[in-house]
């Protein structure tokens, strides 16, 4: 029986049973469309976690109190330390090294922050000068502190959008006193509308001087230390001289944490591939019961179409041609649900990617095929067995039937 009148017959047989038909590839549509959408959003979110990471700064060196296990790139708490980073690391880091481009020591807390009868909670961030040469942010209106009023510790501050519009609304905030506490600071500058950053409110942050913050809180001790290296070639040189000289100053301890910015993106990075991979694999058990479905459909189908196939064997047709006919039934179905279910999980993930700009839904490129692929080797090893039952109904017996 020839490819062309064999390709006829098979699909007048699924036109005939449109609505099952359509049901039949229902599993199969979903099975596609679940594997390609949840790789998508995991792609996604991989994407998304990387780019946030990235619009921090290049070249980040991240150092915390206290050695972390080997296994985990995590400092512990830093009140688990007997190691006590202070302003005098810094400065010590700032003359010696000659790879690093810029170096901060870090103090974080909270505050009551109030204008007149406005009061609002927010985080309160000290640097120094150099922190916006380390992470990226906009100042939309003002400026950023000096290096001498980091030195003697004036009491100024750069606000986000969030705590400026609850305390002054549409008013210009530069140049006014806003309370931090129990303390007066004068606002000198304004970040812009900047949202969260790897899960931290910058927009519910206000910046003070390393010093004033170390007044605020009433303490001597850094709860960390950022810096940038030179170039992304001379990290592993400026993690090499930040480690000499802290552990130097410790006596000899490494009673610290260095962290670089690709190290975590590294980790992350795994985990989060790792995360699609298994989102992958669980969607693609849909895909196994769709053929399942498939091979149930074309059970019945053999069974509804003995007669039909006792007149084609008694009028010449031979077994390979029987196993061929009701193995393209199979491969049809299952090709067609394929291509409804990538069509349907495309238009949904490139739909949601034009709505929300920061989450890039579109499925990569390499997971359509094999979701393809899978679909129609679904359709074939799931179309052989019904197949081969039709082509063992012998012609008499078949005929006996009708």
């Known amino acids: 029986m020839k490819l062309r009148e064999t390709t006829r017959i098979s699909l007048s047989a699924l036109l005939a049973n449109r609505s099952r038909t ?22 996604g979110v991989r994407k998304f976690v990387m780019n946030e990471f990235e619009s921090l700064g290049s070249n980040l060196i991240i150092i915390q109190p206290g050695k972390s296990d080997r296994r985990s790139h995590f400092a512990p708490p830093i ?18 090294s000659i790879n690093i481009n810029a170096v901060s020591g870090v103090v974080i807390g909270n505050a009551v922050i109030s204008h007149l ?27 950023y502190f000096s290096r001498e009023e980091d030195d003697f510790g004036r009491r100024v501050a750069v606000i986000g959008k969030k705590v400026a519009d609850s305390l002054f609304g549409d008013d210009y905030a530069v140049g006014r006193v806003i309370g931090v506490n129990e303390h007066r600071y004068r606002v000198i500058g304004i970040l812009g509308a900047t949202g969260h950053k790897v899960g931290l409110d910058v927009d519910n942050l206000i910046l003070v001087p390393t010093r004033a913050a170390l007044r605020l809180f009433n303490t001597d001790r850094l709860f960390g230390i950022r ?23 410790n006596n000899g301890e490494d009673d610290f944490t260095v962290i670089t910015q690709g190290a975590l993106m590294a980790s992350i990075e795994n985990i989060l591939s790792m995360l699609t991979y298994v989102l992958g694999g669980i969607a693609a058990i849909s895909m196994l019961v769709g053929g399942i479905g498939i091979m149930n459909i074309m059970f019945v189908t053999v069974t509804e179409r003995i ?12 077994k390979r041609d029987i196993v061929g006919q009701f193995l393209l039934e199979a491969v049809m179905l299952s090709v067609l649900g394929g291509c409804v279910g990538v069509g349907l999980a495309s238009g949904v993930g490139w739909g949601v990617s034009s709505f929300f700009k920061r989450f890039d839904l ?31 109904i012998e012609p008499l017996e078949a005929l006996r039937h009708e």
């Open 22 to 43: 359509a049901l039949t590839m229902l599993g199969l549509i979903i099975g596609v469309a679940a594997v390609i959408m949840l790789v998508s959003i995991g792609n």
């Open 79 to 96: 009140a688990l330390s007997n190691n006590r980073m202070t302003l005098e690391d810094i400065r010590a880091i700032e003359r010696r």
């Open 117 to 143: 009868d406005a009061a609002h909670n927010a985080m309160v961030f000290g640097a120094n000068e150099q922190f916006l040469k380390i992470i990226t942010l906009d100042i939309k209106y003002g400026g």
């Open 227 to 249: 810096a940038t290296a030179r170039t992304r070639s001379s990290v592993d040189d400026a993690v090499a001289e930040i480690s000499d000289i802290l552990r130097e100053r």
């Open 307 to 318: 007669a039909e196939i006792g007149l084609r064997r008694a009028v010449g047709a031979t």
């Open 362 to 392: 579109t499925p990569p490129w390499w997971i359509i095929a094999p979701a393809f692929g899978t679909s129609l080797l679904i359709g074939v090893i799931f179309g052989v067995l019904p197949a081969i039952r039709a082509a063992r």
